[in-house]
């Protein structure tokens, strides 16, 4: 018997370590304990499956549990981990089963943040965090033949299951704690995005600080806010998730200032023969020079196959994220990638930042409208942090501009980028171009 890994949580993040590694060792004993029902699933496109727009969730299934079986790899199920023991290295379950290990990956992943007020524990109460949340949040709705839902949190959750409701035929009411959707955006950007929320019927309620969640008069649930009261079938809390590094801080294992299990280069948490990957552990940001955690299932899945690797005898480094992230929003493409503003001065940078607005293609064939944000160190000219919204081209311009942060490109050479051209895509000086020249004059 070859050497044993044992991996905690099947998601993005073990499923990859797991079939990289007995890829490149195929001698090692591998078994992954998955608390729920599911392995190796995507989790982004869930609000897709709730809204009826992916109608069967087997579509996200990347991998089942008799795939990995079939190449050698142990899948065990409803197996919640209630301890890890080192000195006789072993991971316990709560039925009571041991499960001896010589490598150890912690793939915990995150845990929702469920605000401390009345009535969260409720049925009708949900947080949206796997594909078994996306299915019981689905069954509610269609039993109760759901007419409106009541969203806490105005981020892209929350944004995103508002698309897939109305997709569904269900009227939502957001309440967020900020003025407009989407803080991390400049507000000439998330403007854009109120206005096609409420263009789709989104009731879209700013400055409003959730209280307690009763039962409703006339629907089954009524949320109290500073702003008056809201009923809906169903309330949906996405003020975001955690990383869940509890065992991994049970075993003494080092967590960084993002509360995330700190791990190096090649996926090695502090401890001897113990790796980490996906949402529960931090990432390096290239711009920032910070470890930090971004929970992305491609992020996810990219650390999980170094940490495979590297397990397997075939070393390999994750060199790290710029930070790029993008979600759809009816009719808006938003993406966002490096450093706001705030991120830059706490990153120790005198940021500047300009927002130019154009077409994502040739004029001459009609408009279609993009705002792009450049934000850049003023001493320096170096490219820091992008973020674009519009209704076509958003986030191939995100990814060119991620490419340019990873490269530390200033300014001036954003300004002149070698950029594919026809007149369907862009203007012969698209965007960025001259996003970046503007910038650069004012530096």
């Not at 579509?59 to 023991?85: C, M, S, W, Y």
């Not at 793939?107 to 401390?116: M, R």
């Not at 994220?321 to 009816?330: E, N, P, T």
Request: proline share 5%; net charge neutral; with cysteine.
């Amino acid at each position: 018997m070859g050497k044993r890994l044992v991996i905690i949580g099947g998601g993005a993040g073990g499923g990859s370590t797991a079939a990289e590694a007995k890829r490149n060792d195929p001698s090692l004993d591998v078994t992954i304990l998955q608390m729920g029902r599911f392995v190796s699933y995507a989790s982004c496109p869930t609000p897709y499956y709730i809204g009826d727009m992916i109608k069967d969730a087997n579509q996200l299934i990347a991998r089942t549990p008799e795939k990995f079986r079939d190449g050698g790899i142990d899948v065990q199920l409803d197996a919640e981990v209630v301890n890890i023991h080192t000195k006789e290295p072993s991971v316990e379950v709560k039925d009571g089963r041991r499960f001896p290990y010589d490598v150890l990956v912690m793939a915990t992943g995150t845990a929702a943040v469920v605000p401390n007020m009345p009535g969260v524990h409720l049925p009708g109460v949900f947080s949206l965090r796997n594909l078994e949340d996306a299915i019981h949040i689905k069954t509610w709705l269609r039993g109760k033949n759901a007419k409106r839902v009541v969203v806490i949190g105005g981020g892209f959750i929350g944004l995103e299951m508002s698309e897939a409701l109305y997709a569904a035929g269900v009227k939502t009411t957001i309440i967020h704690k900020d003025p407009l959707p989407a803080n991390r955006w400049d507000r000439a950007l998330s403007s854009m995005m109120l206005e096609d929320l409420q263009a789709h019927g989104v009731d879209f309620v700013g400055n409003a600080a959730a209280q307690a969640i009763e039962e409703g008069t006339n629907a089954p649930l009524r949320v109290k806010t500073d702003k008056g009261e809201y009923e809906g079938d169903l309330v949906l809390l996405a003020i975001g998730v955690r990383p869940d590094s509890r065992l991994a801080q049970s075993i003494g294992l080092k967590v960084g200032s993002s509360g995330a299990i700190a791990v190096n280069f090649a996926q090695q948490a502090s401890m001897e023969n113990v790796y980490a990957a996906g949402d529960c552990c931090e990432s390096f940001h290239r711009v920032s020079r910070r470890w930090v955690n971004i929970p992305l299932g491609d992020i996810a899945n990219k650390q999980g196959r170094v940490a495979g690797r590297n397990i397997g005898g075939k070393p390999l480094t994750f060199d790290g994220i710029v930070g790029a992230q993008s979600f759809r929003l009816f009719n808006l493409e938003c993406a966002a990638t490096g450093l706001s503003e705030k991120d830059a001065v706490a990153a120790g940078f005198s940021p500047v930042s300009n927002i130019t607005w154009g077409s994502a293609m040739a004029p001459a064939l009609g408009m279609r409208k993009i705002g792009l944000k450049l934000t850049a160190d003023k001493s320096s000219g170096r490219l820091l942090g992008a973020q674009a919204v519009g209704v076509a081209g958003a986030v191939g311009r995100i990814n060119a501009l991620s490419v340019a942060l990873w490269a530390e490109m200033n300014l001036d050479q954003v300004g002149y980028l070698d950029l594919a051209y026809a007149p369907p895509f862009s203007p012969a000086w698209d965007i960025i171009h001259n996003a970046a020249q503007a910038l650069g004059r004012s530096l």
